[in-house]
């Protein structure tokens, strides 16, 4: 085989291993979150109250007033591995009059976007463990015929996005996004964001004045309700009713979400989002279960079984506040362009640089077969032999013979 054909088909092999390795180990090598984030989202909305935050009685009717959030998130410098970064959002949010600013910080697998459980993940300062959830993006090539488990800070639990109702997909900005949606049942409230509250000026406990006044909200006299239970109740049980009532009562926030979100599906950038979060307060529970556990006992009593049953009502949680806010048109319309620019980067690594490798492996591979026709030539044609000894027995027949 010529030089030139050997050297061609040599140069041919190089791509060939490299697009045979490609989607195993290069691709995964390259399709990876930045470690240069750095976004800004504003968000806007309307925040309602029920419950007066002095009393604990609920307001005659709900209150509303406007909200905004400015949410940065960037990628912690010196954070960013082979495998793992660390991205810090940092909210500031204005609502009910006063501003206040909460910080989250995320570590994730670079390749598949989850959560992992590491020492730097915090959410308002604490330490968490998000491991395997998603937030505050999806993987790469979302599929909106799966579901995805994300990340909610409030109740330091995970729940479902999938596709929503109606179109599959939307456009924002000349990019093309999944519609998805999730929604999060009635959970406790993480311990840790009990101190996020209380600096909205929401009360962690429930004085006896306050409980005195929603039995008075109520139509109840609490003089002359634990008079009758003192016709009925022993000396001990009564403490144990009046030691509970008259100390202030921790309260249990809950929250519950209803969000809807737009994916572009390649990068698993979430370009816009609309979120309505519900929050609930009530009695905790094991606060009143030594009262509910007296007064039990004595429950074929009509007037004792009034009393449970209005204690139990009042331990129901009871509509605090909502959270209404969606993302502003400019920041959407800003992070379309940025899925777009991350978009073409991905197709890079996942297409066109495959595509490429196989155009010259293509190209390096029909040089050397037309190198080798060429140095090779077509055989010599092979000279006609002349018998001369049959010529020269033609040449002595005499002619006219």
Request: charged share 20%; net charge neutral; aromatic share 8%.
């Amino acid at each position: 085989m010529p030089r030139l054909s050997k050297a061609l088909l040599i140069a041919a092999a190089l791509p060939l291993v490299l697009l045979a390795g490609w989607q195993r180990v290069i691709e995964p090598a390259l399709v990876k979150i930045p470690g240069d984030v750095n976004r800004t989202n504003n968000y806007s909305g309307t925040v309602s109250v029920f419950v007066d935050a002095k009393t604990a009685v609920d307001l005659p009717s709900p209150q509303e007033s406007p909200m905004s959030i400015v949410r940065v998130t960037k990628s912690v410098p010196g954070e960013t591995g082979a495998t793992t970064t660390a991205l810090r959002e940092v909210d500031n949010i204005n609502l009910l009059g006063q501003s206040t600013e909460q910080t989250n910080v995320f570590v994730l697998d670079r390749s598949s976007a989850r959560n992992l459980f590491d020492e730097r993940a915090t959410a308002f300062g604490t330490n968490v463990n998000r491991h395997g959830a998603y937030f505050p993006n999806l993987p790469f090539g979302v599929d909106n015929s799966r579901r995805y488990g994300i990340w909610n800070n409030e109740a330091g639990a995970v729940y479902l996005m999938e596709r929503d109702g109606g179109p599959a997909t939307a456009t924002i900005n000349g990019a093309k996004v999944l519609r998805m949606t999730g929604t999060l049942p009635t959970t406790p409230v993480a311990g840790y964001y009990k101190n996020e509250l209380t600096k909205l000026g929401l009360p962690s406990q429930l004085t006896p004045e306050q409980l005195q006044a929603q039995f008075a909200s109520s139509g109840v006299d609490a003089t002359q309700t634990l008079a009758a239970l003192g016709k009925v109740l022993s000396q001990d049980e009564m403490l144990t009713i009046i030691g509970a009532l008259a100390n202030p009562l921790p309260l249990q926030y809950y929250t519950a979400l209803t969000g809807d979100a737009r994916i572009e599906p390649t990068t698993g950038i979430v370009v816009w989002t609309h979120s309505v979060k519900r929050f609930f307060v009530g009695p905790d529970p094991a606060a009143l279960a030594p009262v509910h556990q007296v007064l039990a006992k004595h429950s074929s009593d009509p007037v004792v079984k009034a009393v449970d049953d209005y204690l139990t009502s009042l331990g129901k949680p009871r509509a605090a506040f909502t959270l209404d806010y969606t993302t502003n048109a400019a920041s959407a319309n800003s992070m379309a362009s940025y899925a777009n620019s991350q978009r073409t980067k991905l197709r890079l690594a996942q297409l066109y640089a495959p595509a490429g490798l196989l155009l010259l492996t293509v190209i390096l591979c029909f040089g050397a077969f037309w190198a080798w026709r060429r140095e090779s030539g077509p055989s010599e044609p092979q000279r006609d032999v002349i018998d001369v000894r049959r010529e020269e027995t033609r040449e002595r027949e005499p002619a006219g013979v």
